[in-house]
């Protein structure tokens, strides 16, 4: 019944932006901290962005500070991650994370291509 489904992922050229965004059913969303996370080819999931369940709070990796940016609609059950000055190196499949203490529920994935 918990479902995440994301959307948004594609193909980018280097400097470019792309929004993902990830629907969320089947808990109690607004007492989730949301994340994003992105695994590339050959290495380790990495923790990219985190919001607070009210959407208080903002926690990003060093890598994407200042080029991405988390927000959340409590409303609509969304959480949505802003692409922007992508590089390269960004390019990983993103999955979208719903964590608290009782319950982690994770996206299926999505592919986000930055390349010329």
């Known amino acids: 019944q918990v479902q995440l489904v994301e959307s948004g992922g594609g193909l980018v050229q280097p400097g470019g932006s792309l929004r993902l965004s990830c629907a969320a059913s089947?808990?109690?969303?607004?007492?989730?901290?949301m994340r994003w996370y992105r695994q590339a080819p050959g290495k380790e999931r990495e923790l990219v962005a985190a919001i607070t369940g009210a959407g208080g709070l903002t926690n990003y990796a060093d890598s994407v500070k200042g080029r991405f940016i988390i927000f959340r609609d409590n409303t609509k059950n969304t959480v949505n991650l802003q692409m922007n000055s992508l590089k390269p190196e960004d390019t990983a499949v993103y999955y979208c994370n719903a964590w608290r203490n009782g319950g982690i529920y994770w996206g299926q994935g999505t592919q986000v291509t930055v390349s010329s």
């Open positions: 089947g808990f109690t969303f607004s007492r989730y901290v």
